[in-house]
């Protein structure tokens, strides 16, 4: 007897569906609800693998009209149950208001879910609310500007007002030394007059003519003084007027909005009083003419009634065209409300946003230090007489950043959460406090001491916990390193850098590595295939491309052009779509795409959870156990969907040059996520001092698997 079971769903490559015997549904192009119709009935079943694939199909709109309400709902279903891949695909629903109103908060809410640690972890939102961010910094760019012209106006009201003060002080000075003056002058007249008497009997007019000098010296100084109290006057007067004007408009600005609210509703209860004086007239008018009706049947005449009906009528009218005004004045105090009580709830969403978004990172690039929590010793060169280090960093604030200081002194960070200073290097090492502060209130600390290289310098112990989830499995990678195009411009670092991170990886790391340097399309695909089928679910995979990459606009995708490739023809190119599917169907725990090339950060559309700063060293490693356990489908790209820069790292790119010294000195656990961070300052601050902008980017890869776990790197021996 032959027995049939009912047939199993199971997301695979098409050899391996065709060797089991089943139906390869996944990409059939003449059919694509046909993938709906196997995922369907698992879903309803209750299966919540089935449900994310189903919500999915209606996502992307495979073989059906794409639903993002239905998604929505079959994302739901899964997510309550737990599901950390649904939890994640519901969360970026609600960043994009896709299906769902549009609710950031509630985004972050369902990532966190999907971390597992909702208490202990914050998102770092590179890939979130770039939107959120955008109306974020549009609000706070309002509200700048009105706080910078009320700023200004005080600034220049305040300056207006010293002004004054000192010009009228400068004035009653003036003022007194011209009295003084005055009575000089006139004690010089009677002195003079005294002498020509004098000198009428004694003959002698000397000192009639001494006088005579000294006095109109005097009175040259007092026109001289009068003139300037003339001018100071007139300063002190227009000085006032300044001041005034200044005031007022400053009051004026103040006060427009409460004025135009208060206009609205004056004028609706003005025009309320008159619609039910027109009311009470109208019946007035209706109860007239009810008598003169009853009259006029008795006495034989309506002439009354005629009046009183034409008159009737205009009062309708009238009272008809005050309703219609009052009820567009109520229209408009309620818009006016609404429009206030919207703004208030949108300050209310952003506090919560704030509130709700990670706290500000700091990494260090000069001197090179990975955050740790302990305080370290960092060793600097100085040269000759040199007592001073310059010290760079970069901080990032998804919630806005409000201070920087270093020891206590405030720092300027550029736009791009740059910031330098010098500090004093002594002997015996001299303590450096980084402390931010963003505008949700939260606060960051980063504390360590720099040592002169000649001084002994004692290395903060480094936790060396390693998460069960790790001591199973092996770590594989795949390195690709294309240089010498046959179509494409050649590139001059793909290589070096491709060779030494290969290197680098199988010698700190203990990868098992694969190495494809100047690779076809052929070669790329083979190996990706060899390598799913060599992973298993305990393995964790890191796949690096260093190479030229291309972003069709018109259908907004991404490529990866293998040596091979043409420039008028996308034949042999390789879409991030089809890596996308790739990773999707390997069964490692991690997989960690790093993809250094042009407008590489195609695949980058999501937030990634990571540890609030500050927690303990018992919170570190809960988190780490966490992150180990779950899978994670993650990129790490050089850039975002724009071109990077293929030298400025000496013989490496930017990018390659930031990656391998970060790796180079990690001497503990080191999430992807914090191994990003330390890549990101070190490209920004390299990237602006050849007047380049570069943003290193670090995501989820959607429709790939992700489950909130991470990629964790742990050198040899730890």
Request: hydrophobic share 40%; charged share 30%.
């Amino acid at each position: 007897m032959t027995y049939l079971g009912p047939r199993r769903a199971v997301k695979t490559s098409a050899v391996e569906c065709e060797i089991r015997g089943g139906e390869y549904v996944a990409y059939d192009r003449a059919d694509y609800a046909t993938a709906l119709r196997v995922w369907l009935p698992l879903a309803q079943e209750g299966d919540p693998a089935a449900q994310v694939y189903v919500g999915e199909i209606y996502e992307k709109g495979l073989g059906v009209a794409s639903d993002y309400a239905t998604a929505a709902a079959w994302y739901r279903r899964a997510a309550e149950r737990g599901f950390s891949r649904a939890q994640i695909d519901l969360g970026h629903l609600y960043e994009k208001g896709l299906g769902v109103e549009r609710d950031p908060t509630q985004a972050l809410e369902w990532y966190r879910k999907a971390s597992g640690l909702s208490d202990a972890i914050a998102l770092d939102t590179g890939g979130l609310a770039t939107e959120t961010r955008q109306q974020l910094s549009d609000l706070q760019a309002e509200v700048g500007r009105r706080t910078q012209e009320s700023q200004q106006l005080r600034t220049q009201l305040e300056a207006a007002r010293r002004q004054l003060d000192e010009a009228r002080g400068e004035l009653d000075r003036r003022s007194t030394e011209a009295e003084a003056g005055q009575r000089q002058v006139e004690s010089l007249r009677r002195e003079l007059d005294r002498a020509k008497a004098e000198a009428g009997a004694a003959r002698d007019d000397s000192k009639v003519r001494a006088l005579a000098v000294q006095l109109g010296q005097r009175e040259s100084e007092l026109e001289q003084q009068r003139q300037e109290v003339t001018r100071l006057r007139q300063r002190v007067t227009g000085l006032e007027a300044a001041a005034a004007q200044e005031s007022q408009q400053l009051r004026t600005q103040l006060e427009a909005a409460r004025r135009q609210l208060d206009e609205g509703r004056g004028e609706l209860d003005r025009r309320g009083a008159e619609a039910e004086t027109g009311e009470r007239q109208v019946e007035s008018l209706r109860r007239e003419l009810d008598r003169a009706k009853a009259e006029a049947g008795a006495a034989r005449d309506d002439s009354k009634v005629r009046a009183l009906t034409v008159q009737l009528g205009q009062r309708e009218s009238e009272l008809e065209q005050q309703r219609q005004e009052v009820t567009r004045l109520r229209q408009r105090v309620a818009g006016l409300d609404a429009a206030a009580a919207r703004e208030r709830e949108r300050l209310g969403r952003v506090r919560d946003e704030r509130v709700a978004m990670a706290g500000p990172s700091i990494e260090m690039v000069e001197p090179s230090l990975l955050a740790t929590r302990g305080v370290s010793v960092v060793k600097v060169a100085l040269q000759g007489d040199q007592t001073e280090r310059v010290i760079v960093g970069r901080v990032t604030a998804p919630s806005g950043l409000l201070l920087v200081t270093v020891n206590d002194r405030e720092q300027t960070v550029d736009n791009r959460g740059l910031f330098q200073t010098r500090i004093p290097v002594k002997a015996d090492g001299a303590p450096v406090r980084v402390v931010a502060v963003d505008r949700g209130g939260k606060r960051t600390n980063l504390e360590f001491r720099l040592a002169p290289d000649e001084g002994p310098a004692a290395a903060a112990a480094l936790p060396r916990k390693i998460p069960s989830a790790l001591r199973e499995g092996q770590y594989y990678a795949l390195v690709i390193g294309n240089r010498a195009y046959e179509h494409w411009p050649s590139l001059k670092t793909s290589e070096g850098d491709a060779r030494d991170t290969a290197t680098l990886l199988e010698k700190r790391y203990g990868f098992k590595t694969r190495i494809l340097l100047n690779a076809r399309r052929f070669d790329i695909l083979q190996a990706l295939t060899e390598l799913r089928n060599q992973v298993t679910e305990k393995d964790r995979l890191l796949i690096y491309y260093a190479g030229h990459g291309y972003l069709d606009e018109k259908i907004n995708r991404a490529y990866w052009i293998p040596v091979d490739g043409h420039l008028d023809s996308n034949v042999e190119w390789i879409s991030t779509v089809a890596i996308t599917d790739l990773v999707g169907a390997i069964s490692a725990k991690h997989v960690l795409l790093v993809v250094d090339s042009c407008y590489s950060g195609a695949l980058t559309r999501s937030a990634l959870a990571r540890l609030e700063a500050g927690n303990s060293e018992e919170a570190r490693v809960h988190w780490l156990e966490v992150v180990a356990s779950k899978r994670s489908r993650t990129v790490l790209s050089s850039g975002d969907v724009k071109p990077v820069l293929d030298t400025g790292g000496g013989p490496h790119s930017v990018f390659a040059r930031a990656w391998l010294d970060v790796l180079a000195r990690n001497e503990e656990v080191l999430e992807g996520q914090r191994l990003y961070r330390e890549i990101a300052a070190r490209v920004a601050y390299a990237a602006d001092a050849l007047k380049f902008e570069q943003v290193p980017q670090y995501a989820p890869i959607r429709y790939a698997g992700h489950e909130a776990g991470d990629f964790l790197f742990v050198p040899v021996g730890n």
